[in-house]
């Protein structure tokens, strides 16, 4: 007997391999910047990288003292059996607004449960130190935010443009 999962053609949401190493590679970056991998048991640079062939995961192990780590390691994806692409929606909806609805918008934006997206919730808002989520906040930071009022233009700026 064949299941549904098995019959169903895959979703357009479905990610591809491509997808996942993208998401991979994009998590790498923005954990550890302009260097490769640390290792965060002994902080050596020296590091062997293991792909699964299956999965496509990515994970690391330290030359130094040969223990495995990956780049969830120390972040809020730690010990989380969601993949990495929802995860960088989520923070990237967290950072434009973490207010009411956020689990919502989550579960519509990611395509994720309610349960799911009300867990990610939870996370992001007790690790507000994330080291993935700070890189995000100073990559998505614009220079209006810093030299703009609500609007986004400077008043300064506006009234020399007239």
Not at 59 to 87: D, M
Request: net charge positive.
């Amino acid at each position: 007997m064949l299941t549904a999962a098995l019959v169903r053609p895959s979703l357009p949401g479905s990610p591809t391999p491509d997808q996942r190493a993208a998401a991979e590679a994009r998590l790498e970056a923005l954990r550890w910047p302009g260097h490769g991998p640390v290792c965060p048991h002994c902080n050596s640079r020296h590091a062997y990288r293991m792909v699964c062939p299956r999965s496509g995961g990515v994970r690391f192990k330290c030359a130094r003292c040969r223990k495995p780590y990956s780049a969830r390691r120390g972040t809020v994806l730690e010990r989380s059996n969601v993949e990495v692409r929802p995860w960088l929606c989520a923070m990237l909806l967290f950072l434009e607004d973490s207010g009411r609805g956020l689990p919502a918008r989550i579960q519509r934006t990611c395509g994720v449960s309610y349960k799911t997206a009300w867990s990610m919730a939870r996370r992001l808002n007790e690790a507000p130190d994330d080291p993935v989520l700070n890189a995000l906040r100073r990559e998505t930071a614009t220079p209006t935010a810093v030299h703009g009022d609500a609007h986004g233009t400077c008043r300064s700026c506006a009234g020399a443009a007239r």
